[in-house]
């Protein structure tokens, strides 16, 4: 049984960095596609970035591109999010996914099966 588990978050000032860490284990064979959500109270859950398992294709949300980067590391099975100059507005509940997303899909939730528990994220201004 495949679980995602997530950590690296806190509280940090704005103008910080931050990486979040997933842990993926059990077997994700047929599983191309893994990527980070954000929630806050309230609001839906919203697309942060993804990458394809394979190809290494990766896409991002408007609102963090340039200073997001997801990456992946196969031999230790873990999914990575670097956070850079980060903003009161990325404060949220961030989680990671897998999934196999069609073409169009990636950032929406619904392509997503599996889901971490999230850790938080607060930014302070």
């Known amino acids: 049984q495949v679980q995602l588990v997530e950590s690296g978050g806190g509280l940090v000032q704005g103008g910080a960095s931050l990486r979040l860490s997933c842990a993926v284990s059990g077997r994700t064979f047929g599983t191309y596609g893994m990527g980070w959500f954000r929630q806050v109270p309230g609001k839906e859950r919203e697309f942060v970035a993804a990458i394809h398992r394979i190809t290494r294709s990766t896409y991002y949300a408007d609102s963090v591109k340039g200073r997001f980067t997801i990456s992946r590391d196969s031999a230790k099975n873990m999914l990575y999010l670097h956070m850079n100059s980060l903003k009161p507005d990325d404060t949220a509940v961030y989680y990671c996914?897998?999934?196999?997303?069609?073409?169009?899909?990636?950032?929406?939730?619904?392509?997503?099966?599996?889901w971490g528990q999230g850790t938080q994220v607060t930014v302070s201004s």
């Open positions: 996914a897998t999934g196999n997303p069609k073409r169009t899909g990636w950032s929406s939730s619904g392509e997503y099966d599996l």
